[in-house]
């Protein structure tokens, strides 16, 4: 690619790139595309082969002139992957295997014929659906910060050329002064989402007020929530609109430095995040006098190691320095003293790829979508008990119900929904009576949970929510940096408090102690891990009292988890005696006579292991 | 324990590579993580040489990131997601049934050295969960009876090799 250092030259490759991009997804000249999904779970379900596969046989059949063939980022319904769409029909097969290659070459790139057996089927219509835009779990959804995932290739810096990249960096360098850039962001009502929901402009003001030669953009990748992959999947699907962001931030309060913080366990995004910095520091989109101004703007990467508290944007600041990723006191807060002391604002990843269409469009614009307090659209990881496991991008103020059951279809076979957990490990969950709640920052909190980052996990009837409370615990106990004691010990003996909960040996003091202990820590703790440490609980405690109290009191496990407090037992009226279980049997605790004697558990040596009751093929055991 | 010079050249290489960036401590360790799999004492000390940052403040700092390990892994790293979505999908119960069949628990590494098992915090496939990996394939919807398969699977690998 050419060298681009003027905007005049930036114009006319984005206009030449979108030329190629219509006429790729148009079809122009009897030319077909096929994009296959290059998210890290379809490429778990081996779509690289897919690929592969594709070029080999489109290479046999000579087709190479006619049929493109590449990679894009998610598609957001990671539990019907791997997609392959073929374009200009927008022909959406999912589920592919590798087996079925032949198949959709032969038949629809050759013959024209679509290959219904592909295509998805409406779970309640039962009709086949060909294009995406017409499956129920795309329907509602609006597509901002994953503007072009799925779409572009994102290892090609033309292709997001072509697809509204980088018109936001030329607007704000060549029309808008950077305090216009700060007054347009705060005009769109932009939160950070990385959960707190912070201001962003107003973030940038304050960071802009610095005098200072040196300041900083950081962009926080340290998406640590277990079951959230909202970040990773912007920055597998199109990482140029996030370095854009992070570029129209470091112009707009004058840093020329910005770092990327990504998890160490993000391979796909950490590579595809490199290459796109490399591709544009080719052409001269990063480094000095970019499109010939005065603006220079330079991006580099660092890897996290493992850490939850990183994402905490004082730890993370002191793991890019080199330390152990432990919370700074605030005040100062980063916008005054952050990187190497420097004015630093630290964005999560989402926020910066929302900002190039919020210049693209116009504060206004923007600030149509959403609720009053919460303007835009934010993406969740849709995940657990759920159908649809998967991404989606709503605008705020989309209710729960419409999340769970309208995109979400609804909880798998025929259970009942019971709890959605939002904000992970710092936030709460939310029971049917929130259902129409709608989503954004303030109703969320007033409900007791948080918008956090955006991991969103369904519960059904078998989850025991102070099973699920426990978990949690163990997380925060185990992520806990150590640093200020309410969270270091109080976690730990919260864990220990909760863990007699589901053994059985709690009393109603335990519980009192449990809340006492948990508004403590929420009180006395230095970061955010801490304060919000002791949410799961308290929500749980909160919305399933009845829970807590089958296990202290009755020592049952209503949902049958807590092993100390269920048992496997086998029906002797069902038992046809046929022995499997015993054979299968790790500890040998079951016994009878095959055709004789039904078999029985001996309780005093069950593991609990489920072995017996997954074999049984005659549904004689069930837990109790 | 005795460091081999192609190790200590290895380990110095590294950190000449990273000298001129700002502050590049954890840079250094993730890549000797990464090409040797941990990052002993005798290591520790030469980046201190290297660098000029205290062992003391480099103990702290691998031993804070789960990612650093002081002790080798096994050959097989079976990583058990422990993600919530997975969590809610029963992936304990696959995590048990490893730490059953080959006898020791998570963060642990069999005698034999073959096997080490992680209980790992997202993979981020929760569209597979229960999910986990070996090595960083990853191996979708696990169920209690498949386990025993993939032990099974890189048993028979280290047979044939």
Redesign the interface.
């Known amino acids: 690619m050419e060298q681009i250092k003027s905007a005049a030259v930036l114009d006319k490759n984005i206009k030449e790139c979108t030329a190629i991009i219509d006429a790729k997804l148009k079809g122009e000249g009897g030319k077909r595309a096929v994009l296959i999904c290059g998210g ?2 379809c490429l ?2 081996n779509s690289d082969e897919i690929l592969h596969e594709f070029e080999k046989q489109i290479k046999e059949h000579g087709l190479e002139k006619k049929i493109s063939v590449n990679h894009v980022g998610c598609f957001g319904f ?2 019907q ?1 791997p997609f392959v769409k073929i374009f200009p029909e927008d022909t959406l097969y999912h589920t592919v295997k590798v087996s079925d290659v032949k198949q959709i070459v032969e038949d629809d790139l050759i013959n024209g014929k679509i290959c219904e057996n592909l295509l998805y089927v409406d779970p309640a219509t039962k009709q086949k659906v060909v294009r995406q835009d017409d499956i129920n779990f795309y329907k509602k959804q609006l597509r901002v910060a994953l503007h072009g995932c799925s779409v572009i290739n994102p290892d090609l810096l033309e292709e997001s050329l072509g697809y509204d990249g980088f018109k936001a960096l030329k607007k704000v360098l060549t029309e808008m002064t950077p305090q216009q850039v700060i007054d347009e962001v705060l005009a769109s009502g932009i939160r950070g989402r990385g959960g707190a929901g912070f201001p962003t402009g107003k973030k940038w003001q304050f960071a802009a007020n610095q005098k200072s030669e040196i300041k900083y953009v950081v962009c926080n990748g340290d ?7 909202m970040d ?1 999947s912007i920055l597998e699907g199109n990482p140029f609109e996030v370095i854009e962001g992070m570029m129209i931030a470091g112009y707009a309060f004058g840093a020329h430095e910005g770092y990327f913080y990504v998890r ?4 796909v995004a950490v590579e595809r995040l490199l290459r796109a910095i490399k591709d544009m520091e080719a052409v001269g989109l990063l480094g000095d006098h970019i499109l010939g101004t005065d603006f220079s703007f330079r991006a580099h990467l ?7 508290v990183c994402g905490e944007e004082t730890a993370l600041l002191n ?7 432990m919370p700074r006191p605030r005040p100062p807060f980063p916008a005054i003293k952050g990187l ?1 002391g420097k004015p630093t604002c630290v964005n999560n990843v989402e926020t910066l790829a929302q900002i190039p269409y919020i210049i693209r469009v116009g504060a206004t614009e923007y600030a149509k979508i959403g609720t009053v307090g919460s303007k835009g659209t934010k993406v969740f ?1 849709l ?3 759920i159908n649809n ?2 991404l989606v991008e709503v605008p705020m103020g989309t209710t729960l119900r419409t999340l769970i059951f309208d995109i979400g279809g609804g909880i798998p076979n025929g259970k009942k929904f019971k709890a959605i ?1 939002t904000g ?1 490990p710092s936030g709460g969950c939310l029971t049917e009576k929130d259902l129409d709640t709608p989503i954004d920052y303030d109703s969320l909190i007033a409900k007791g949970s948080m918008m956090g980052s955006g ?1 969103a ?1 369904v ?1 059904d009837e078998d ?1 025991c929510m102070v099973d ?1 409370a426990h ?2 615990m163990d ?1 925060i106990c185990s992520e806990s ?1 150590g640093k200020c004691s309410p969270c270091r010990i109080g976690t730990k003996r919260l864990y220990e408090m909760l863990t007699q909960v589901t053994n059985g040996q709690a009393t109603p003091k335990t519980l009192e102690d449990m809340r006492a202990l948990a508004n403590v820590i929420k009180g006395g703790s230095l970061c955010a891990l801490g304060q919000t440490a002791a949410n799961p609980i308290l929500s749980t405690m909160n919305n399933f009292p009845d829970e807590y109290q089958a296990h202290v009191v009755d020592k049952k496990c209503p949902a049958h988890v807590c092993k100390k407090l269920m048992q496997y037992v086998i029906d002797p009226v069902k038992c046809k005696k046929c022995s499997k279980c015993a054979r299968n049997c ?1 500890v040998n605790c079951i016994s009878g006579v095959p055709g004789k004697e039904p078999y029985v558990i001996d309780q005093s040596k069950c ?1 609990k ?3 017996c009751l ?2 049984c093929p005659f549904g004689a055991i069930s837990k109790r | 324990m005795a460091i081999k010079p192609e190790v200590r050249k290895g380990v110095e290489a590294i950190c000449a590579e990273y000298s001129k960036e700002p502050s590049p401590l954890m840079m250094i360790l993730s890549k000797i993580q990464k090409e040797y799999g941990y990052i002993p004492l005798e290591v520790q000390e030469i980046v201190s040489a290297k660098t000029g940052i205290p062992v003391a403040e480099i103990y702290g700092v691998v031993t804070f990131y789960s990612f650093f390990s002081l002790e080798p892994k096994g050959k097989y790293v079976l990583g058990i997601c422990l993600g919530t979505a997975c969590y809610v999908k029963s992936s304990q119960q696959i995590l048990d049934k490893f730490e059953q069949l080959l006898g020791i628990k998570a963060g642990q590494t069999t005698p034999d050295g073959l096997f080490t098992i992680e209980a790992i915090r997202c993979m981020g496939a929760c569209a597979l969960a229960p999910a986990m990996s070996v090595n960083g394939k990853v191996y979708p919807k696990v169920t209690p009876d498949e386990v025993n398969k993939i032990i099974a699977e890189y048993k028979a690998m280290e047979v044939n090799a």
Request: one cysteine or more.
């Open positions: 890290t779970g778990a379900n990671c539990s992957g998406e640590g929530d277990p079951g959230a992959f990773r160490a366990e993000y391979p660092r890897l996290g190691a493992g850490a939850f793991s890019i320095e080199g330390k152990r990723g190497w990881a995940g657990g008990k496991v998967g957990q992970g991991g996990i519960m989850n699920v978990f949690y997380f940096c790790p593991i292991c489920g072995t997954a074999g």
